[in-house]
């Protein structure tokens, strides 16, 4: 069980549609993919995904210099080999390029730590349950017209979704945000739920105001109104308004989840696996929002985050965003609203070795 070699790489993945978020074209999920090997044969795979280029072979690179001081460590010992390459990369930190950089090989850790034991990392984690409710929020950009947005939230519906989340934030008026809710209701028919998410794009005051709005027009959740450094304004949003208030994922550190737990600003805890650096601090967070009696969902890397909300009694639902499907032989199956957990050893996902190779940038 102890790690003898790691690899990383970076690929770049074509999408199938290109769209436009956060006003730049996606054209391309791009990859941070490190590979774990031990002394036993076994090989564990993790990896963060975005959407976007910047800075994608600086993350690559880091990845590979700190995974050098993980050989000669067990994979049996997570925690320790995430405090090592932390205190490592300290002076950088905490948070930002060095917890990205963190991620895949934390993750790829644990994949080796489940194979290692015979056991899916669900189990490993805590075995809370195997599945976990799941919204379907792929194809639901802020650039569709109400119809497009309509057609591809029905779509999630006859793939098993009941649980569609759509952007907003574009709009000029916030009837007119409501009017994309309204035209997505009428697709999917009263039973599902619909979250909306305004990437951090409004003003207080405006969210405010949008905020009612869209509570009236039946969402199931507002995530992201205001910018997440306001946590002040988040905790006044969840004090004015009825519907729940998400946010968290644009935070890196346990200390940023505290103060806005504290700060009694959020009804869901949002984390990005990426962004937090890994599986280890994820259960540290997931554990902190418990104590405050708030559940937990993941951003995007459904695959991997059905493992970790399975694991805990605060995990809540799972985005499913399928960004890797183009470097896996599958993806987990969603059966009645809810995305099963694989129940092969650590992951339970195989790389498609072709895939890797032909999308491999560096
Ligand atoms: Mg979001």
Redesign the pocket.
Known sequence: MKITGVAVNVLRVPVDKPYSAGGRTVDANWHVLARVTTSDGVEGIGYVVYPRPDLMTAIGQASRELGEHLVGMSVLEPEAAWERLARIGDWVGPGGLLHVALAPLDIAVWDAHGKTLGQPLYRLLGGYRDRVPAYGSDGLWVSLSPTELAANAKQHVADGFTAV?L?IGKESTAEAEARRVLAVREAVGPQVKIMV?A?ESWSLAYARRAGRVLQDAGIAWL??PVHHHDVAGLASLRRRLDVPI?AG?HLYHLDGFRTLLEARAVDVV?LDLARVGGVTPWRRIAGLAHAHGIPVCG?VVPEVQVHLLAAVASGYMVEYVPRSAGILTSMPRCERGELVAPSSPGLGLELDADAVRRHQVA
Do not use: G, L, S, T
Request: no cysteine.
């Open positions: 989340k952007r998410d990437v995530e992201d998400a994922e949002i951003h």
